[in-house]
């Protein structure tokens, strides 16, 4: 079945740091992918999406670029802040099966000042 | 605009007591997800309606896990009897028609002593 693989964490950066956040997936056809991020005490909150190859998610200074021929959707930001400081879930959504979505293990992030 | 609301957001029950957790979607979104989020398994998908039909219950743990959507503003996730192992934040989530990504509630945390 349709899977999500991610690195593990916790990831420890300085602020200004740059970050990558690497994320694999297995999927029939041809899947959406996403970047959750979760604040502590709080729900998840898309940050970014992709809905076909070569697409390029990005949003608050984050930007992940969807590659099928490395089923691959890495999370990159060239300068982390303490406020960036949160658990970072890949996810892809297949368009099989209807729409629901499936989930990484979770990376958590800490930015120090 | 009102978000997913879920109730109760803290929820401490008993061993072998019934729980009922309550969630409203968006308005006008027509998929429902329920989710759950533990520190050993991460987020796991229980199940997900699709115009108040269950389309996947396949993540639903075992018999003791109900859930139900009556109308489209309205889902409960049942647990009857409820054990320590169900201790997590279970989350609900809805998306709208054509749309992929899910919006997420803040979540009800479980513990069951």
């Known amino acids: 079945g349709d899977s999500v693989t991610q690195m593990e964490g916790p990831v420890t950066l300085s602020e200004e740091a740059f970050l990558t956040i690497n994320c694999t997936y297995t999927?029939?056809?041809?899947?959406?992918l996403f970047w959750y991020v979760q604040y502590p005490g709080e729900g998840l909150q898309l940050l970014l999406k992709?809905?076909?190859?070569?697409d390029k998610g990005s949003n608050k200074g984050f930007e992940a670029t969807y590659r099928k021929e490395t089923t691959s959707f890495h999370l990159e930001k060239g300068s982390v802040q303490v406020s960036d400081s949160a658990v970072y879930f890949c996810?892809?959504?297949?368009?099989?099966?209807?729409?629901?979505?499936?989930f990484g293990a979770g990376t958590r992030l800490f930015v120090k000042a | 605009d009102a978000g997913v609301i879920q109730s109760p957001r803290h929820e401490v029950t008993e061993m072998g007591q019934e729980v009922t957790l309550r969630c409203k979607p968006i308005?006008?979104?027509?998929?429902l997800f329920w989710y759950r989020q533990t520190m050993m398994r991460g987020l796991e998908l229980l199940i997900y309606?699709?115009?108040?039909?269950?389309?996947?219950d396949s993540g639903m743990p075992e018999d003791r896990f109900s859930a139900k959507m009556p109308n489209a503003s309205f889902s409960t996730l049942k647990i009857q009897p409820s054990e320590p192992r169900d201790s997590a934040v279970y989350f609900c989530?809805?998306?709208?028609?054509?749309?992929?990504?899910?919006?997420f509630g803040q979540g009800t945390r479980l513990t069951v002593v």
């Open positions: 989530a809805s998306s709208p028609p054509g749309y992929v990504e899910a919006f």
């Open positions: 999927a029939t056809g041809y899947p959406s």
């Open positions: 992709a809905t076909k190859a070569d």
């Open positions: 996810a892809l959504s297949g368009d099989t099966g209807g729409f629901k979505t499936i």
């Open positions: 308005s006008g979104h027509n998929s």
């Open positions: 309606f699709n115009n108040n039909v269950p389309i996947d």
